[in-house]
């Protein structure tokens, strides 16, 4: 599965921003996705998924309640909608269909 995410930059504190991942050779709709997001020195981490089946969802505790992700199966598309951005969101952030196939990583910046 090749996945290309976008939708990251540079927001303040507060701000939103929508990261959205395209699979361009293969549907989605069969796989559990998640995205993940590394900091500088830091290792890779979870932060949210989306099941295969009914859409369950799951979130990292330091997300939740402020972000939120979905998919679209007919644009095969997954998306994570990120409010009340802090500077420690700043990552490069990665969709995962699971549990082998990764996408480039996004860049998401917020300053203080």
């Known amino acids: 599965v090749q996945l290309q995410a976008s939708g990251g930059g540079l927001v303040q504190a507060g701000d939103s921003l929508r990261l959205s991942c395209v699979a361009v050779?293969?549907?989605?709709?069969?796989?559990?996705m998640g995205w993940f997001r590394q900091a500088p020195g830091k290792e890779r981490e979870f932060v949210a998924a989306?099941?295969?089946?009914?859409?369950?969802?799951y979130y990292a505790d330091s997300v939740k309640g402020r972000f939120t992700i979905s998919r679209d199966n007919v644009k095969n598309t997954l998306y994570l909608q990120m409010n009340s951005l802090k500077p420690e969101d700043t990552a490069v952030y990665y969709c995962?269909?699971?549990?082998?196939?990764w996408g480039l990583g996004t860049l998401v910046t917020v300053s203080s």
């Open positions: 050779d293969r549907a989605l709709s069969s796989y559990t």
């Open positions: 989306i099941g295969w089946s009914h859409d369950e969802t």
């Open positions: 995962n269909a699971a549990p082998y196939y």
